[in-house]
């Protein structure tokens, strides 16, 4: 017996159980924390990437259909601009070379571009951008023209084109103003 009690050592108090399962427990919160807080700036990050890259995806078309548009063919309606512009090759061969446009929001506030051939009854929505609120044309000129749009957040972006195309005064980026 006396070997029994020799091997056994000095068992844990209920104090120092009590404290190792509070240091677990603090380290534990303070990890979840950071892993949450981790997840909703990745959250963010993306939401922010998608969004710029929807700028840059609709800014690169306003700049394609306007540098092909004749000043002659623009008409500014309630909500729409509608155009006449030189599509060039496009990926259905209905569509390609001299089309009409409508510059419009659809049902959902997406910014669309409807193209209809001429002489026919075919047409195709491109998707431009997004939850937009609002939007607004403007002709700056004789050859610059604004599409502002404000999305559902209040910003205010505004994609300066140039009609018959200078692509050497075109700006890189959209402005964005609001907070």
């Known amino acids: 017996m006396a070997s029994f009690k020799k091997n056994r050592g000095h068992p844990f108090t209920l104090m120092e159980a009590s404290i190792a399962f509070t240091l677990v427990a603090i380290v534990t919160h303070l990890l979840m924390g950071f892993m949450r807080n981790t997840i909703f700036l990745a959250e963010e990050m993306s939401s922010i990437r998608k969004t710029v890259l929807a700028r840059q995806k609709c800014y690169a078309r306003l700049l394609q259909v306007f540098s092909q548009t004749e000043r002659e063919s623009l008409e500014i309606k309630e909500e729409a601009l509608t155009l006449s ?9 209905l569509f390609s070379g001299l089309v009409g446009g409508e510059i419009s929001l659809d049902n959902d506030k997406n910014l669309i571009l409807t ?3 001429k002489g026919t009854a075919e ?7 997004p939850n937009v609120a609002h939007m607004d044309f ?3 000129g004789e050859r610059i023209f604004l599409v502002t749009l404000v999305d559902k957040r209040d910003k205010e972006i505004v994609f300066p084109c140039y009609i018959g195309g200078d692509s050497k005064k075109t700006p ?4 964005v103003e609001g907070s």
């Open 138 to 140: 403007e002709a700056v």
């Open 85 to 93: 512009f030189e599509n060039g090759l496009d990926r259905e061969l």
């Open 123 to 129: 047409s195709r929505i491109e998707y431009l951008f």
């Open 115 to 117: 193209l209809t051939k």
């Open 172 to 175: 890189k980026s959209p402005s």
